[in-house]
């Protein structure tokens, strides 16, 4: 079975679905060996790996071939993270089609524009609604509906929410 069907099989389920943080191919083998369903390559960790913060500075290129090594290592769904898809939606779209090609079950997408910040702290100018903008209409037209799992992140939406609330 395919890394992205099992990928929405996890999903169609109703467990909680365990996929820690990996940085390489090793971090996910471990995860792999020890029964884990499914793993996420995080990009805060994938930069700090390199000696990076997470703030966008590492290429799509960079990220997508990790991502290949990742995916290549392991049978089990990887979920990758794409920022904000690196530009405008037809740098979206390709992103999109790199990841896929890289073999990851899925991205997520950051919701704030390019270029990103972590979205745990303040300063970040989020996306239009989910659903609406230009770069959500780039996942799924870029993906054949539902051939490859593409998710839109809230974290920031939520930050901001909680800075008003708190």
């Known amino acids: ?9 996890l999903l169609k389920s109703e467990s909680l679905i365990v996929a820690p943080f990996v940085l390489n191919a090793f971090h996910a083998k471990i995860a792999e060996s020890v029964g884990l369903p499914a793993v996420y390559m995080t990009g805060a960790g994938t930069s700090a790996e390199r000696g990076f913060p997470d703030v966008g500075l590492l290429t799509m290129t960079e ?7 990742i ?4 049978d089990i769904p990887v979920i990758c993270d794409a920022d904000t898809g690196y530009g405008n939606p037809l740098n ?4 999109i089609r790199e990841y896929e090609s890289a073999g990851v ?7 704030q524009l390019f270029p990103k910040k972590c979205g745990f702290f303040a300063g970040k100018q ?14 799924f037209g870029c993906t ?9 992140q809230v974290r920031c939406l939520c930050s901001h929410w909680l800075g008003r609330h708190h």
Do not use: W
């Open 144 to 152: 054949g509906g539902f051939r490859f799992c593409c998710y839109r």
């Open 63 to 69: 990220m997508v071939a990790n991502a290949k090594y």
């Open 71 to 74: 995916a290549g290592a392991v």
């Open 105 to 111: 079950a899925g991205v997520h997408i950051e919701d």
């Open 126 to 139: 989020v996306t239009p609604e989910r659903g609406s903008s230009a770069e959500d209409q780039s996942c």
């Open 1 to 9: 079975m395919k890394t992205t069907a099992k990928l929405r099989q």
């Open 92 to 95: 979206v779209q390709r992103t």
